[in-house]
Structures are given as C-alpha cells and as structure tokens.
C-alpha cells in the first residue's frame, strides 16, 4: 500500500520560515504543511487497504522531500507505505 501527498508552500511561508531557520525558531508554517501532507499520505494508503479487505496496516514508512520550483517556492511531498493484513 502506498498514498502520497504533495503540497506547494506559499512563497511567504518561505520567507519567513528562511527567517526563522536563520534565527533558529521552528517553522509553525512548515510543520503545519509537513502534518497536513502525512495526513493525506495515510489516509490515501487507508483507504487502499481497506478497498482489498485488510483492516491492518503494518512496517509503515514515511518519506519526506522538498522539491524546488522556478519562483522561489517549493512543494513539500509525503509518501507513505506499508503493508495490509487482516488481523483476527
């Protein structure tokens, strides 16, 4: 099973994240994507297994990445993957 999320970051969010990581705060910004995104990732790989009958998934992996575009934003994408069982 797997699910992915990829979500743009707004180029303000950016900014002021590069701010913050200058100054050495935490990106509220950030890990508000970061958790939103992972969100998705499992409930896309959810709903996978539940379509093949499973009602367990197992050795989940998550997986993270930014990814550059031209205008000086990025996209943040979450991958999630594991295994379906069927737990009695």
């Given amino acids: 099973m797997s699910g992915e999320a990829i979500l743009g970051a707004n180029i303000f969010k950016d900014f002021f994240a590069g701010i913050r990581d200058i100054v050495g ?4 910004a950030y890990e508000g994507e970061l958790r939103k995104a ?3 990732a499992i409930a896309e790989m959810r ?3 539940q379509r ?3 009602n367990a ?3 989940v992996d998550l997986d993270y990445e930014t990814i550059s575009v031209g ?4 996209m943040l994408m979450v991958s999630a993957s594991g295994t ?4 009695r």
Avoid: D, M
């Avoid at 705060?25 to 509220?28: E, I």
């Avoid at 205008?71 to 990025?74: D, L, M, Q, T, V």
């Avoid at 379906?84 to 737990?87: E, F, K, S």
């Fill in 57 to 59: 998934i197992i050795g």
């Fill in 71 to 74: 205008n000086g934003g990025g």
């Fill in 38 to 40: 992972k969100e998705i």
């Fill in 52 to 54: 093949l009958g499973a």
């Fill in 25 to 28: 705060g935490r990106s509220a």
């Fill in 47 to 49: 709903e996978q297994a």
């Fill in 84 to 87: 379906a069982v069927i737990v």
